[in-house]
């Protein structure tokens, strides 16, 4: 087991039957209001649950919310037999939903998964608590101070597909921002998610934090998800992780604000003032080390002057790994080869071993292109002009824009924040990454010694 710094031992009771059974018995209660209850009404005591829980560990220290990570960890590490065996009956019912390999692939739970979430875990605890942390602090001419305080958002509902690990990250990001969650995972992994929400509720009794801080939504009804966008006397912010359909239909939908990303069509821009080597390791680590992650590079921009350069090479390497290369017309003449891009070509978020190539006149055609066709996620440009990337860096609407390196380094581990909860693409409260300090918001304070207003 890894060791967590930062962990007031002196916290800590004594865990026993009693927890074993108390737990029980709420498993039970689950089962008997999900035959006499209706959805409306289980998602409503839910969130009446959750707003309790949220003022509650608002104001927990570090110490009470680093131990509860701890425990989480201890708890996944004594259950994996019992996490894998949840998890074989998800497989199962996957397998003869005939879901795809990949779907399945998604939904396995074995020691290594077991070993990252508990990694996970460690990570966040060893984190900076952002509760409480006063930015700006100043005097002004009426002899006040001001300064804006960070603290939590309140209670978070986060709708996800797939990935029983998504269950892990959210409750410790949520926990550790002084929110309380609600967490609703995709039926394909009701079981997994069921029994890694055993492990949570008994960490937190463990260190003394109420269960209702994190909720694991039991129902695979399609109608708890209706229900939590719309709970807005409850329910402070909403985020889905997912596929673009689930993403689109919540924001349709929600009746709460909403954290989203819709797709990630990312560019990598190659200058005429370019070091063509720094492009070419650039534009093949941003497509080519995952396929399937909303990083990666979608379309090349190629400058004019420089595309019977680079272009051949780009395209010989790119043709070894497999990549279905689609280009325009321009890019077509310098490599014959090209598939033919079309319009839907340039707003498409592949996911997959393809990419779109379209030749430019200069930067500004570039910086055009991008924010016609891309999702504001994640765009680079190759260049030695210092102007020229200051330019980039000023007028690409995107969440993060980068300057000679690789769009893969869009992803809140690589950025120093320790886990995410995903990317938002939003323009509001948090943009890009979403860490600790995106699920909390800042309120104004002020200090003063008796002074009063003219």
């Given at each position: 087991?890894?060791?967590?710094?930062?962990?007031?031992?002196?916290?800590e009771?004594?865990?026993n039957?009693?927890?074993?059974?108390?737990?029980?018995?709420?498993?039970?209660?689950?089962?008997?209001?999900?035959?006499?209850?209706?959805?409306?009404?289980?998602?409503?005591?839910l969130?009446?649950?959750a707003?309790?829980?949220?003022?509650?560990?608002?104001?927990?220290?570090?110490?009470a919310k680093?131990l509860?990570?701890?425990?989480m960890a201890?708890?996944?590490?004594?259950?994996?037999?019992?996490?894998?065996?949840?998890?074989?009956?998800d497989?199962?019912?996957?397998?003869?939903?005939n879901?795809?390999?990949?779907?399945?692939?998604?939904?396995?739970?074995?020691?290594?998964?077991?070993?990252?979430?508990?990694?996970?875990?460690?990570?966040?605890?060893?984190?900076?608590d952002?509760?409480?942390?006063?930015?700006?602090?100043r005097?002004?001419?009426?002899?006040?101070?001001?300064?804006?305080?960070r603290?939590?958002?309140?209670?978070?509902?986060?709708?996800?597909?797939?990935?029983?690990?998504?269950?892990?990250?959210?409750?410790?990001?949520?926990?550790?921002?002084?929110?309380?969650?609600i967490?609703?995972?995709?039926?394909?992994?009701?079981?997994?998610?069921?029994?890694?929400?055993?492990?949570?509720?008994?960490?937190?009794e463990?260190?003394?934090?109420?269960?209702?801080?994190?909720?694991?939504?039991?129902?695979?009804?399609?109608e708890?998800?209706?229900k939590?966008i719309?709970?807005?006397?409850?329910?402070?912010?909403?985020?889905?992780?997912?596929?673009?359909?689930?993403i689109?239909?919540?924001?349709?939908?929600?009746?709460?604000?909403?954290?989203?990303?819709?797709?990630?069509?990312?560019?990598?821009?190659i200058?005429?003032?370019?070091?063509?080597?720094?492009a070419?390791?650039?534009?093949?680590?941003?497509k080519?080390?995952?396929?399937g992650v909303c990083?990666?590079?979608?379309?090349?921009?190629?400058?004019?002057?420089?595309?019977?350069?680079?272009?051949?090479?780009?395209?010989?390497?790119?043709?070894?790994?497999?990549?279905?290369l689609?280009?325009?017309?321009?890019s077509?003449?310098?490599?014959?080869?090209?598939?033919?891009?079309?319009?839907?070509d340039?707003?498409?978020?592949?996911?997959?071993?393809?990419?779109?190539?379209?030749?430019?006149?200069d930067?500004?055609?570039?910086?055009?292109?991008?924010?016609?066709?891309?999702?504001?996620?994640?765009d680079?440009?190759?260049?030695e002009?210092?102007?020229?990337?200051?330019?980039f860096?000023r007028?690409?609407?995107?969440?993060?824009?980068?300057?000679?390196?690789?769009?893969?380094f869009?992803?809140?581990?690589?950025?120093?924040?320790?886990?995410?909860i995903?990317?938002?693409?939003d323009?509001?409260?948090?943009?890009g990454?979403?860490?600790?300090?995106?699920l909390?918001?800042?309120?104004?304070?002020?200090?003063?010694?008796?002074?009063?207003?003219?």
């Open positions: 087991m890894a060791e967590f710094t930062g962990v007031n031992e002196h916290v009771p004594v865990f039957a009693a927890l074993s059974s108390a737990v029980a018995i709420q498993r039970s209660l689950y089962v008997k209001s999900e035959q006499t209850m209706s959805v409306d009404q289980y998602m409503q005591e969130g009446e649950k707003r309790a829980a949220s003022r509650f560990i608002a104001r927990a220290d570090s110490s680093n509860a990570l701890a425990k201890e708890a996944l590490d004594a259950s994996r037999q019992a996490l894998m065996a949840a998890n074989a009956k497989i199962d019912n996957a397998i003869a939903k879901l795809s390999a990949p779907m399945v692939d998604r939904l396995r739970i074995n020691d290594a998964t077991i070993d990252k979430m508990i990694i996970s875990l460690t990570q966040v605890a060893s984190l900076p952002p509760v409480g942390s006063i930015d700006g602090l005097y002004l001419d009426s002899g006040i101070q001001l300064g804006k305080m603290v939590p958002l309140g209670v978070i509902g986060i709708i996800y597909e797939s990935r029983p690990n998504v269950t892990i990250e959210a409750a410790s990001l949520c926990l550790k921002s002084g929110n309380a969650t967490l609703r995972g995709g039926s394909e992994a009701i079981h997994s998610n069921k029994a890694i929400a055993q492990c949570i509720t008994k960490a937190l463990q260190a003394q934090l109420p269960a209702d801080v994190v909720q694991v939504v039991e129902t695979t009804d399609r708890a998800v209706g939590l719309t709970m807005a006397e409850y329910v402070d912010i909403i985020i889905p992780r997912g596929g673009k359909g689930l689109e239909r919540i924001s349709r939908d929600a009746k709460v604000p909403v954290i989203k990303h819709l797709d990630g069509i990312c560019h990598v821009y200058d005429d003032q370019a070091d063509l080597e720094k070419l390791k650039i534009a093949l680590n941003a080519t080390r995952r396929y990083n990666a590079m979608e379309t090349l921009l190629i400058h004019r002057d420089v595309s019977e350069q680079v272009l051949p090479e780009l395209c010989a390497e790119f043709s070894k790994k497999g990549v279905e689609r280009g325009c017309e321009v077509r003449d310098v490599v014959p080869q090209l598939l033919v891009a079309t319009e839907e340039w707003s498409t978020e592949y996911l997959a071993g393809i990419l779109s190539i379209k030749i430019v006149d930067l500004a055609a570039a910086i055009e292109h991008i924010n016609k066709y891309g999702s504001a996620h994640t680079a440009i190759v260049t002009n210092y102007a020229k990337s200051r330019m860096l007028e690409v609407d995107s969440s993060s824009v980068m300057v000679n390196a690789s769009t893969a869009a992803d809140g581990f690589e950025y120093g924040l320790g886990a995410e995903g990317i938002s693409t323009k509001i409260h948090v943009r990454p979403v860490g600790l300090e995106g909390t918001s800042q309120k104004y304070i002020v200090l003063g010694d008796g002074e009063i207003r003219s």
